[in-house]
């Protein structure tokens, strides 16, 4: 069964941080000053402040850790963290920045998975807000581009580093995001055909079964791709995708409506 992700939940792997322990809490309004201290000392202090929630502080501190001191493991990880502070205030531009600056300047750290993991949850996690806790979003009517980039990023993670501890995980909304993209096909298709655009209709149909295949939505789209022969007077056209159909799903009840005895 496909898992229904929201924000909140796309979060859940990420709440682990990369030394361990859940990240919780809400963010201050404003940074507070960043003092003194070695590559270790300010990198304890921006950690604090993430664990509390405070992410602005975290993020400044990281990044003055990365000023005073731009090379050593601490730094290396500072830019992670700040990806990861980034993602937890929303601001998923400066997130995905921080995550490919990673991925330039630290090409063959061990943690690179973590970095491209975040890049997806950034785009699957646009256009969300605080209401989804009550009323999750329609992910098939929120911008496509987004979830498209999110599989990109989950799809080169789980292609890169199959034994990733993030690869199940980015599996499973690869799953999640292919029929949500091809249910926005679905019902566009849907939209066109009650407007009697029937070539525009298998031309949607078309795209979804060339880049959705294995999605839930094949055999709706099938049979929508079918009806919209039989508008068009294709007939021959028609009869060949209701034996798709059937091959693919031979209870669906399309076939008894549209195949001509």
């Not at 404003?30 to 304890?44: D, K, Q």
């Not at 294709?234 to 159909?245: F, K, N, P, S």
Request: proline fraction near 3%.
């Amino acid at each position: 069964m496909i898992l229904k992700f929201t924000r909140f939940a796309a979060l859940a792997v990420l709440g682990m941080s990369l030394s361990g322990g859940i990240l919780t809490g809400c963010a201050t309004q404003t940074p507070t000053e960043v003092g003194s201290g070695t590559a270790e000392e300010l990198y304890r202090t921006a950690k604090r402040s993430l664990n509390q929630g405070d992410f602005l502080t975290a993020i400044s501190t990281f990044e003055t850790l990365g000023a005073r001191y731009p090379f050593g493991s601490y730094t290396q990880q500072a830019q992670l963290d700040i990806a990861y502070a980034y993602l937890k205030q929303d601001e998923f531009d400066n997130a995905i920045n921080a995550a490919d600056r990673f991925i330039k300047l630290y090409p063959r750290s061990e943690n690179i998975d973590y970095a491209f993991y975040i890049k997806g949850v950034s785009h699957f996690s646009r256009g969300g807000s605080v209401m989804e806790r009550i009323f999750p979003r329609d992910m098939a009517k929120v911008n496509q581009q987004w979830l498209r980039n999110a599989f990109t990023e989950f799809d080169t993670l789980v292609r890169r580093f199959p034994d990733s501890k993030y690869a199940q995980d980015s599996l499973v909304r690869m799953a999640y995001l292919r029929d949500e993209m091809a249910r926005h096909e679905l019902i566009t298709a849907k939209f066109y055909y009650q407007r009697g655009a029937m070539v525009a209709v298998i031309n949607r149909m078309s795209y979804l079964l060339e880049h959705f295949d294995g999605s839930r939505h094949v055999p709706n789209a099938l049979a929508l791709m079918a009806s919209a022969y039989e508008s068009l007077g294709q007939t021959d056209r028609q009869q060949d995708t209701l034996r798709v159909l059937a091959a693919t799903s031979p209870e669906h009840p399309a076939l008894e409506k549209l195949t001509k005895g």
